[in-house]
Protein backbone atom coordinates (compact mmCIF):
# COMPACT_ATOMS: atom_id res chain seq x y z
CA UNK A 1 0.00 0.00 0.00
CA UNK A 2 1.46 3.75 -1.21
CA UNK A 3 -0.34 6.77 -0.04
CA UNK A 4 -0.42 8.74 -2.76
CA UNK A 5 -1.07 12.30 -1.53
CA UNK A 6 -3.08 13.94 1.47
CA UNK A 7 -4.97 17.51 1.60
CA UNK A 8 -4.31 19.99 4.81
CA UNK A 9 -7.54 22.39 4.68
CA UNK A 10 -6.58 25.72 6.61
CA UNK A 11 -9.60 27.62 7.70
CA UNK A 12 -9.86 31.29 9.18
CA UNK A 13 -12.57 33.91 10.04
CA UNK A 14 -11.93 37.48 10.01
CA UNK A 15 -14.43 40.35 10.73
CA UNK A 16 -14.29 43.42 9.16
CA UNK A 17 -16.36 46.86 8.92
CA UNK A 18 -17.78 47.92 5.41
CA UNK A 19 -14.87 49.70 4.59
CA UNK A 20 -12.10 47.45 4.90
CA UNK A 21 -14.65 44.76 3.01
CA UNK A 22 -13.22 44.98 -0.38
CA UNK A 23 -9.45 44.99 1.20
CA UNK A 24 -9.82 42.36 3.05
CA UNK A 25 -11.01 40.25 0.39
CA UNK A 26 -8.08 41.33 -1.94
CA UNK A 27 -5.75 40.15 0.73
CA UNK A 28 -7.61 36.93 1.08
CA UNK A 29 -7.10 35.96 -2.74
CA UNK A 30 -4.10 37.12 -2.70
CA UNK A 31 -2.63 34.90 0.11
CA UNK A 32 -4.33 31.79 -1.65
CA UNK A 33 -7.60 31.63 0.39
CA UNK A 34 -10.66 30.81 -1.55
CA UNK A 35 -13.71 33.03 0.99
CA UNK A 36 -16.97 31.97 0.93
CA UNK A 37 -19.54 34.71 0.04
CA UNK A 38 -19.36 37.31 3.31
CA UNK A 39 -22.00 37.57 6.35
CA UNK A 40 -23.10 41.24 6.24
CA UNK A 41 -24.22 42.66 9.96
CA UNK A 42 -27.00 45.05 10.57
CA UNK A 43 -23.87 47.62 12.31
CA UNK A 44 -22.13 47.41 8.92
CA UNK A 45 -19.44 44.44 9.65
CA UNK A 46 -18.58 41.69 8.04
CA UNK A 47 -17.45 38.30 8.34
CA UNK A 48 -15.45 36.17 5.71
CA UNK A 49 -14.75 32.48 6.17
CA UNK A 50 -12.09 31.39 3.64
CA UNK A 51 -10.25 27.69 3.08
CA UNK A 52 -6.78 27.37 1.68
CA UNK A 53 -5.94 23.90 0.40
CA UNK A 54 -2.77 21.98 0.34
CA UNK A 55 -2.19 18.48 -0.96
CA UNK A 56 1.14 17.06 -0.27
CA UNK A 57 1.86 14.50 -3.22
CA UNK A 58 4.51 11.37 -1.74
CA UNK A 59 6.22 9.13 -4.21
CA UNK A 60 8.27 6.02 -3.31
CA UNK A 61 11.66 7.34 -2.52
CA UNK A 62 12.27 9.01 0.48
CA UNK A 63 15.46 11.41 0.89
CA UNK A 64 17.87 12.09 4.00
CA UNK A 65 20.71 14.84 4.10
CA UNK A 66 22.16 16.83 7.11
CA UNK A 67 20.13 19.79 5.70
CA UNK A 68 16.84 20.80 5.04
CA UNK A 69 17.91 21.84 1.23
CA UNK A 70 20.04 18.77 1.12
CA UNK A 71 17.39 16.41 1.44
CA UNK A 72 14.86 18.43 -0.73
CA UNK A 73 17.74 18.36 -3.69
CA UNK A 74 18.29 14.79 -3.44
CA UNK A 75 14.52 14.82 -3.21
CA UNK A 76 14.29 16.01 -6.90
CA UNK A 77 17.31 14.60 -8.37
CA UNK A 78 15.91 10.91 -7.55
CA UNK A 79 12.35 12.19 -9.34
CA UNK A 80 13.73 14.55 -12.26
CA UNK A 81 10.86 13.26 -14.08
CA UNK A 82 8.57 15.05 -12.12
CA UNK A 83 10.32 18.37 -11.26
CA UNK A 84 10.96 21.29 -13.64
CA UNK A 85 12.99 23.50 -11.22
CA UNK A 86 15.70 26.26 -11.99
CA UNK A 87 19.35 25.96 -11.76
CA UNK A 88 19.94 26.36 -7.92
CA UNK A 89 22.82 28.32 -8.30
CA UNK A 90 20.84 31.17 -10.24
CA UNK A 91 17.71 30.79 -7.93
CA UNK A 92 18.68 29.26 -4.62
CA UNK A 93 15.79 27.52 -3.18
CA UNK A 94 14.63 28.99 0.44
CA UNK A 95 13.56 27.04 3.40
CA UNK A 96 10.57 28.69 4.68
CA UNK A 97 8.62 27.27 8.32
CA UNK A 98 5.96 24.86 7.48
CA UNK A 99 2.25 25.51 8.26
CA UNK A 100 1.69 21.84 7.65
CA UNK A 101 1.80 19.50 10.67
CA UNK A 102 4.14 16.94 11.33
CA UNK A 103 6.24 18.89 8.72
CA UNK A 104 8.79 21.31 10.40
CA UNK A 105 10.35 23.21 7.11
CA UNK A 106 9.60 23.68 3.94
CA UNK A 107 11.94 23.83 1.17
CA UNK A 108 10.83 26.26 -1.67
CA UNK A 109 12.21 26.43 -5.28
CA UNK A 110 11.24 28.12 -8.86
CA UNK A 111 10.11 26.23 -11.24
CA UNK A 112 10.26 27.58 -15.30
CA UNK A 113 6.88 27.90 -14.71
CA UNK A 114 6.36 31.79 -14.28
CA UNK A 115 4.89 32.22 -10.88
CA UNK A 116 4.72 28.66 -10.03
CA UNK A 117 6.84 26.99 -7.34
CA UNK A 118 7.58 23.79 -5.96
CA UNK A 119 7.23 23.18 -2.51
CA UNK A 120 9.10 20.24 -0.73
CA UNK A 121 8.54 19.01 2.51
CA UNK A 122 10.70 18.39 5.50
CA UNK A 123 10.13 16.21 8.83
CA UNK A 124 13.33 16.21 11.15
CA UNK A 125 14.44 12.46 12.06
CA UNK A 126 16.94 11.45 14.53
CA UNK A 127 19.11 14.71 14.00
CA UNK A 128 18.38 14.52 10.03
CA UNK A 129 16.44 16.12 7.53
CA UNK A 130 14.01 13.60 5.31
CA UNK A 131 12.30 14.90 2.47
CA UNK A 132 8.91 12.89 2.14
CA UNK A 133 5.95 15.06 0.02
CA UNK A 134 5.87 17.98 -2.42
CA UNK A 135 3.35 20.19 -3.66
CA UNK A 136 3.41 23.08 -6.32
CA UNK A 137 1.37 26.01 -6.25
CA UNK A 138 2.05 30.25 -6.66
Not at 38 to 47: E, H, I
Amino acid sequence: MHISSKKFIEEITITCSESERVETEDWLTNKGYVPEPDLQYMSNRSLFIARKSTTINFTTSITTGDSEIEAARLFIEENPNLFRVQHYECCPPKVIDSKIPGYCKTVVFRTYDIGEYLFVYIEERENKYTASGWSSGS
